[in-house]
């Protein structure tokens, strides 16, 4: 393909920083278009290019893609540089497609009820909170223990697997585990926290501070920086 592949989405949209992880990781240039309240028609028409009408928005020439992990399959499969997907063994694809499910149905919905809730984007019941971090303690033990022995959750080295997961991992590192609960997940946070100094994240995330207090225990209203 000749043409640069462009992706839109909202700042700091965690998804939008996994394709741009990903796309750096590969080598592959890719146009970063941030959409914000202040240009809805620009919003709109990029939704309705995709399913489910959701971010990131993906295209590159005729191919379209807004779920997350198609697109960085496709990217990572597309790319003549790295290992993160293309040129892994045939089980090795099959574990990292297992994470990737792992991701999608035991990590991301449950941190998305939480901050949802934390920012004011969509409150949550407190049953539903409640269930949302039981869930995520508990996909983040069965990570932990993954990552007993070992430097990447597939293989010797990163996959699309630690840049997906890892990616909301540190979101939720930044936001709502402090010193406290990282410190119960060891093999996690040094995982973790390899990735959030690797250039690849830094490249799009900057200096990233993980929280010393949850945003969750500061009284609505006050600031929410990194306390």
Same mark, same amino acid.
């Given at each position: 393909m000749e043409s640069i592949p462009k992706v839109w989405g909202p700042l700091g949209n965690v998804d939008l920083n996994i394709v741009l992880v990903t796309?750096?990781?590969?080598?592959?240039?890719? !146009?970063? $278009?941030? %959409? /914000?309240?202040? $240009?809805? *028609? $620009?919003?709109? +028409?990029?939704?309705e290019w995709g399913l489910g009408k959701k971010y990131p928005v993906f295209q590159w020439a005729d191919v379209i893609l807004n779920h997350t992990n198609a697109i960085v399959k496709y990217i990572a499969t597309t790319?003549?540089?790295?290992? %993160?997907?293309?040129g892994r063994s045939i089980y090795d694809l099959g574990l990292i497609d297992q994470w990737l499910d792992f991701a999608i149905s035991e990590v991301e919905p449950n941190l998305k009820v939480i901050l +949802?809730? =934390?920012?004011?984007? !969509?409150?949550?019941?407190?049953?539903?909170? $409640?269930?949302a971090y039981e869930a995520l303690n508990k996909a983040f033990n069965v990570l932990d223990a993954q990552l007993a022995h070992r430097k990447a959750l597939v293989g010797e080295t990163?996959? =699309?697997? +630690?840049?997906?997961?890892?990616?909301?991992?540190? *979101?939720?590192?930044?936001t709502i585990i402090d010193e406290a609960g990282r410190a119960k997940l060891p093999n996690l946070s040094g995982w973790a926290y390899q990735l959030a100094t690797n250039e690849n994240f830094t490249r799009h995330l900057g200096n990233v501070k993980?929280? *010393?207090? /949850? =945003?969750? !225990?500061?009284?609505?209203?006050? /600031?929410?920086?990194? *306390?």
């Open positions: 796309a750096s990781w590969c080598r592959v240039p890719i !146009e970063e $278009n941030i %959409l /914000s309240a202040g $240009n809805p *028609q $620009n919003a709109k +028409d990029v939704l790319s003549t540089i790295g290992m %993160l997907y293309h +949802d809730d =934390l920012f004011g984007w !969509e409150r949550a019941t407190r049953d539903a909170k $409640n269930k990163a996959s =699309l697997a +630690d840049v997906v997961l890892g990616s909301y991992v540190i *979101q939720a590192y930044r993980f929280c *010393q207090r /949850s =945003l969750a !225990e500061i009284p609505r209203g006050k /600031s929410k920086g990194n *306390q």
